[in-house]
Nanobody
Framework: QVQLVESGGGLVQTGGSLRLSCTAS????????IGWFRQAPGKEREGVSCISRSDDPLYYADSVKGRFTISRDNAKNTVYLQMNSLKHEDTAVYYC?????????????WGQGTQVTVSS
C-alpha cells in the first residue's frame, strides 16, 4: 500500500521538543519534495515546512522559523520535523504530504496525522 505515515507526536510542555517522522511505505521518497502541514482546531490546514529532493529546506512558516528544522534520511525513507522551543500555539495535528502547498493535495491523500499538544 502506498502511503505516508506520520508519527512522533505527543504531549509536551511549553519550551519542550518533539521530533516528528514521516515514513513512506510502498514507494521511495527520494524523488519527491515533502511538506509538513498542521491543522489546529477550528483553523485551516497550513504549511509548516517543505524540503527538496536534495535535502534543502524550501520554506519555513514565519511562526516556526528558528525553532523547527526539516530534514530527510532517504536511506530510512523518512522525513523529519525537529520541533524545539514549542509554544502552546503549535498545538495541532501535523501531516506530511508529497507537496509543498496544502491546496495541491487532494483530500483523499491526507493521512491520519500525528497530534502535538503543547501545554502552557
Amino acid at each position: 500500500q502506498v502511503q505516508l505515515v506520520e508519527s512522533g507526536g505527543g504531549l509536551v510542555q511549553t519550551g519542550g521538543s518533539l521530533r516528528l517522522s514521516c515514513t513512506a511505505s510502498g514507494f521511495t521518497l527520494d524523488y519527491y519534495v515533502i511538506g509538513w502541514f498542521r491543522q489546529a482546531p477550528g483553523k485551516e490546514r497550513e504549511g509548516v515546512s517543505c524540503i527538496s529532493r536534495s535535502d534543502d529546506p524550501l520554506y519555513y512558516a514565519d511562526s516556526v522559523k528558528g525553532r523547527f528544522t526539516i530534514s530527510r534520511d532517504n536511506a530510512k525513507n523518512t522525513v523529519y520535523l525537529q520541533m524545539n522551543s514549542l509554544k502552546h500555539e503549535d498545538t495541532a495535528v501535523y501531516y506530511c504530504a508529497i507537496a509543498c502547498l496544502a491546496a495541491t493535495v487532494p483530500d483523499k491523500y491526507w493521512g491520519q496525522g500525528t497530534q502535538v499538544t503543547v501545554s502552557s
